[in-house]
């Protein structure tokens, strides 16, 4: 039989797929389902029992987590990284390290195909084929709902033809949770004017009585949280089922699907948005100008590149190891206050804080340069602008 790896997540497409593949095309699936955060030990052990009904020879759940923190969220810190200034990339980061896994294991057992369930009018299918076409050419990629351009209809329809009767009613709203946040798609996400309800939110409100918590960094990855020291990934996991009962986190993400057309789409994500927010500020405190400056550009540029797909070009291990660089001295804590709804950052504490030279304090008396230095810095400065009123007098 024609070996298979099924990117597998025990929704309608991939169990259609399952099915279709093995009983139509006759080949041997072997279902993998990768882990990225979110995915308890029972809905995994759910997962595998529907794949093996379906038709997989068999299933794997590989549990990613620790490399999706290792490989791409310790990079969306360090670069402060919100696509459009809104969105943590919470499952869209997702799929790359889902699809590396993937096709790895492919080649490990010696598959000559790999399948995913993507349709033809979203990201994922250009992000699973490009890791994979990069990867291993030499695999060929199958996707029916895409080559067939199945109805959902029509996929329940074959199912229950074949004795597969699971309940596919679908959910008002699909819910995708993550290590590095949850998106949240509902009727009114395919509208421009509509928001999401309340209640369409995993996490709802539960604290009301406002705290601060300290978010410890060293080298830019968050270390402990007041005082408690712990792997980041746990971290991660700790404030988010923290902030989370503050309902904090929630937004609606607008923005350019790589296939050109607009999408917009809910999103719960309170840890994300917290540590992005309070890693900025001690950057704040801690970096020069220009290494401020230069980080905003490297950090939107690789939030743009892993987003369309691009993680596997060979400029983002260089943007990598420049926002490795830049972290020596982004060490301290962070003090952040939870309210319903919302946080505050209310400031840090660090060695390597710039504002605690000797120079002088900003607006007060200076200690570093007297008022002629001042007075003949301001003339130099204002050179350029001088001369090019001299020269174009009637230019507003």
């Given at each position: 039989m024609k070996k298979l790896v099924l990117a597998y997540s025990g929704g309608l497409d991939t169990s259609y797929c399952a099915k279709y593949l093995s009983k139509e095309k006759g080949f041997e699936v072997h279902a993998v389902s990768v882990n990225t955060g979110g995915f308890s030990k029972q809905e995994i052990a759910e997962i595998e029992k529907k794949a093996l009904q379906l038709g997989a020879s068999s299933y794997l759940s590989i549990d990613a987590v620790e490399t999706f923190y290792d490989k791409v969220v310790k990079y969306l810190i360090f670069g402060n990284v919100l696509k459009n200034n809104t969105y943590p990339l919470s499952v869209s980061a997702e799929r790359i390290v889902q699809a590396i896994e993937i096709v790895k294991y492919a080649k490990k057992i010696g598959?000559?195909?790999?399948?995913?369930?993507?349709?033809?009018?979203g990201n994922d299918q250009v992000r699973f084929d490009m890791i994979f076409q990069i990867i291993a050419p030499e695999i060929e990629i199958i996707t029916p709902i895409r080559d067939k351009k199945l109805a959902r209809e029509e996929e329940i329809k074959y199912l229950q033809e074949n004795g597969v009767d699971y309940s596919w009613e679908k959910a008002k709203y699909s819910i995708n949770r993550g290590l590095w946040g949850t998106s949240v798609g509902g009727?009114?996400?395919?509208?421009?004017?509509?928001?999401?309800?309340?209640?369409?939110?995993?996490?709802?409100?539960?604290?009301?009585?406002?705290?601060?918590?300290?978010?410890?960094?060293?080298?830019?990855e968050l270390i402990a949280i007041d005082g408690k020291k712990d792997s980041p990934v746990n971290n991660i996991v700790k404030l988010d089922a923290l902030a989370s009962k503050y309902a904090i986190g929630r937004d609606i993400?607008?923005?350019?699907?790589?296939?050109?057309?607009?999408?917009?789409?809910?999103?719960e994500a309170p840890a994300s948005l917290i540590i992005i927010k309070a890693h900025h500020l001690l950057e704040k405190h801690t970096l020069t100008k220009w290494q401020q400056f230069q980080k905003e550009q490297q950090g939107n540029f690789y939030g743009m590149l892993l987003h369309e797909g691009n993680y596997l070009d060979a400029v983002m291990r260089n943007i990598e190891a420049f926002l490795t660089d830049t972290q020596k001295t982004v060490s301290g804590d962070v003090f952040v206050g939870l309210y319903p709804f919302q946080f505050r950052l209310n400031g840090i504490s660090s060695q390597h804080d710039l504002m605690n030279a000797s120079f002088g304090s900003y607006g007060e008396m200076n200690k570093g340069w007297t008022a002629d230095d001042a007075k003949g810095f301001i003339k130099i400065l204002s050179n350029s602008g001088k001369i090019y009123n001299h020269v174009n007098p009637s230019d507003d």
């Open positions: 598959a000559n195909y790999i399948a995913h369930g993507s349709t033809g009018a009727e009114e996400t395919l509208t421009s004017e509509k928001p999401l309800p309340d209640s369409a939110y995993p996490s709802q409100l539960q604290e009301k009585e406002p705290q601060e918590v300290k978010l410890t960094f060293e080298k830019g993400h607008v923005g350019d699907t790589i296939i050109g057309i607009k999408g917009r789409v809910g999103f």
